[in-house]
């Protein structure tokens, strides 16, 4: 016997939307698609689904997740790898399951290459000089990367295709991960931080590696040497990073996550005060460039997002559906 499953999409912008609607049927699933974030207003719209799929921008309370639980629902599946927006002990308190969606890592691997590339040849100052036409060489000399050693904290998907690409360009990789997986130079963090010209951060973020980075171990690290965050935001101790920057001590940073990036990433400040001071340090360094979590958002990976929120949908309710 055939059954359909429902699935409401919250925070689902317009290009999610045109996938979902072109992928759902062939799947089987009868999407209900809102632009409106996950809350306790808005719980209602998910009646007579058990599955909502939501996006990693809105943080998903206590009050929602109980509200979701009283509506009906008892899956969740994040459009994303990350999944610290939820608090996940209280959604299991409740009765709702949450998992994460696989998509390609080449699009977080590529946008970390790309960025200690610009790192390391002060792309940030060189572009900002040509676009007010100073056409001069820059002050200070690039750094090839066959010449530095990467040191990469966290080998899951995304670390591991980073590793990959690193191979290409013939530099030194030393790798650091609670749990070893691939066949790599692993070394204790501390002995990592002292070796690495590049330190770039992949480890989910948890109760554990929140401030992995912290004042102790930014000071461990070489002088002069680089930081890449993609991650997540709290992996670093951002005031324990300005200050090693402002005082000449890093060499410089890219990040494309941010702690307190919540309501200012994704949203247009053109016109509006910033009120994170962090940010606005950070932006006047020559040496920094901050991309608004960027990385992950390609073609490629946003189609497997929702093609794996769909399948993962299904496999929920047809494990269910069976027993």
């Known amino acids: 016997m055939t059954f359909r499953a429902g699935i409401t999409v919250y925070g689902c912008e317009q290009d999610e939307a045109a996938l979902f609607r072109e992928l759902a049927p062939r799947f089987g699933v009868v999407p209900t698609i809102t632009e409106v974030a996950v809350s306790e207003a808005t719980t209602e719209l998910a009646r007579g689904n058990r599955c909502i799929s939501v996006g990693h921008k809105t943080r998903v309370t206590q009050a929602t997740l109980t509200a979701l639980s009283r509506a ?3 899956y969740i599946s994040t459009r994303s790898i990350g999944y610290n927006h939820i608090d996940v002990a209280h ?6 399951s949450v998992e994460n969606v696989a998509y390609s890592p080449d699009s977080v691997a590529d946008f970390t290459l790309m960025l200690m590339l610009m790192a390391v040849r002060n792309a940030k100052s060189i572009v900002r000089r040509g676009d007010v036409h100073d056409y001069r060489l820059p002050d200070v000399r690039g750094k090839e990367l066959r010449d530095l050693t990467v040191g990469v904290i966290g080998t899951g998907r995304i670390g591991t295709a980073v590793m990959a690409r690193l191979r290409g360009f013939g530099c030194r990789t030393l790798a650091h991960d609670s749990r070893p997986k691939t066949f790599s130079d692993y070394v204790p963090l501390d002995e990592l931080l002292q070796q690495s010209d590049i330190v770039t951060l992949h480890t989910p973020l948890t109760a554990e590696t929140h401030h992995l980075l912290n004042r102790r171990r930014i000071e461990r690290m070489k002088p002069g040497a680089f930081v890449i965050n993609t991650g997540r935001g709290p992996l670093l101790d951002t005031e324990a990073l300005l200050s090693a920057l402002e005082s000449g001590r890093l060499g410089g940073a890219a990040l494309d996550v941010l702690e307190g990036e919540e309501g200012v990433f994704y949203a247009d400040c053109r016109d509006r005060p910033i009120d994170s001071k962090p ?6 360094l020559p ?10 958002f390609t073609d490629h990976a946003l189609s497997d997002a929702v093609e794996n929120s769909i399948i993962n949908c299904l496999r929920y309710e047809s494990g269910n559906h069976h027993g």
């Open 72 to 74: 009906g629902v008892t």
């Open 91 to 96: 959604a299991e308190s409740v009765g709702i």
């Open 279 to 284: 940010l606005l340090r950070l932006q006047e």
């Open 287 to 296: 040496n920094v460039l901050i991309s608004p979590h960027t990385a992950y």
